[in-house]
């Protein structure tokens, strides 16, 4: 674990380090493990075989990809944590979405980035346990 400035503004910018690993690095379909808790205050960033940079790790078609991931909470009535990724999905009409699921000891918590311009992209929800499994997908 070690300390960074989140550089895209999407979620935390003082947050936590902590590594996740995958032999998919570069691959249109991949998984990494690791240990994301919550992160108090400011939230938890995703490295992944070493890097904070994920947008030569986790890519999809046609120039999709995910540059950064945080974990952190979120002050809402039924929503209690968040998982903010700064991403792109493939480019050119019609030309799918690259899926991403995050898996904690309670359940599974997907979202897609379809868009071709890079922005923030989350998902909101009540399971505040630590995140072990990333996966992605471009269809």
Not at 126 to 131: C, F, G, L, T
Request: net charge negative; hydrophobic share 30%.
């Amino acid at each position: 674990m070690s300390s960074n400035t989140n550089p895209t503004g999407c979620g935390s910018i003082n947050t936590q380090v902590y590594e996740f690993t995958t032999s998919d690095a570069g691959k249109t379909s991949g998984t990494a493990y690791g240990n994301l808790p919550l992160g108090d205050p400011n939230g938890s960033q995703v490295s992944i075989n070493g890097t904070t940079d994920l947008s030569q790790i986790i890519v999809g078609n046609n120039g999709a990809c995910v540059m950064s991931i945080v974990y952190q909470y979120f002050d809402g009535i039924a929503r209690k944590s968040a998982i903010y990724v700064f991403g792109q999905g493939p480019k050119g009409m019609g030309s799918g979405s690259l899926h991403m699921s995050f898996v904690t000891s309670q359940d599974t918590h997907t979202l897609s980035l379809t868009s071709s311009t890079p922005s923030c992209h989350d998902d909101k929800f009540e399971d505040m346990n630590a995140i072990t499994q990333i996966t992605w997908k471009s269809d």
